[in-house]
């Protein structure tokens, strides 16, 4: 059944190290959102794009954070350098450009030392 | 932008009793209030979502109501199972535009106790 794919599930990596998360979204979907989940912030949104293009990166840290779409079927979010307080999990999720719902992926979990 | 505040943190029922989970939002244009659970994990998925041109809606235990005057929103879980575990996220945007995501709130971790 369609789902929305994203790599690695968990990474540890110690602090200043690069860290490259992907998401696969569904097919047809062409709407496509990172967030962020902590235990204090709750689900933040980082960044999201329509059709390939970026329509909202503000809650995303400029200096560090990076996120594009090469292709329909690929979203990256980079971070570099990483620290500590990158930790958390970020979700990926799709949506299809009329409907309402998001459809999460399973998340990749981020540890920072 | 959009804030949302949901009540309360966590919630613990025992089984066949109901849950209520409360939210309110701040933006006035917003039109689309969805339900995300989550179970450990995983990520959240979509339970039932309301628009603002209609006042109730159910879908058989879940139950989601809006009042726009006041700004708030509420989940109901009836006849709450151990399944029911999970965390629960309320969330605001407007709907088709492509102006806003959604906007999540802080999530209540629902324990139904067997």
Not at chain 1, 13 to 29: A, D, K, S, W
Not at chain 1, 30 to 41: A, D, L, S
Request: hydrophobic share 35%; net charge neutral; aromatic share 8%.
């Amino acid at each position: 059944d369609a789902r929305v794919t994203q790599t690695p599930r968990h990474k540890v990596t110690e602090m200043g190290q690069e860290v490259t998360m992907r998401c696969q979204p569904i097919l047809g979907h062409n709407t496509v959102f990172w967030y962020r989940q902590t235990m204090m912030q709750g689900l933040e949104l980082l960044a999201y794009f329509r059709n390939r293009a970026p329509l909202d990166d503000s809650g995303m840290p400029k200096d560090r954070f990076s996120a594009e779409m090469p292709d329909a079927t690929l979203a990256t979010l980079k971070i570099q350098p990483s620290e500590p307080r990158d930790s958390a999990v970020y979700f990926c999720a799709s949506a299809p450009i009329s409907v309402g719902e998001l459809f999460f992926g399973e998340g990749s979990r981020l540890t920072v030392l | 932008g959009e804030n949302v505040e949901q009540h309360p943190s966590t919630l613990s029922v025992q089984e066949g009793d109901s849950a209520v989970i409360k939210c309110t939002y701040s933006d006035s244009a917003s039109n689309y209030f969805p339900w995300y659970k989550q179970e450990l994990g995983k990520g959240p998925q979509l339970i039932i979502d309301i628009r603002s041109n209609v006042g109730e809606k159910k879908d058989q235990r879940i139950a989601v109501t809006l009042n726009k005057t006041a700004k708030h929103f509420s989940l109901h879980i009836t006849e709450t199972q151990p399944e029911d575990s999970a965390v629960y996220f309320c969330a605001a945007s407007i709907r088709d535009t492509g102006r806003r995501a959604l906007t999540f709130g802080s999530g209540t971790r629902l324990q139904v106790q067997p």
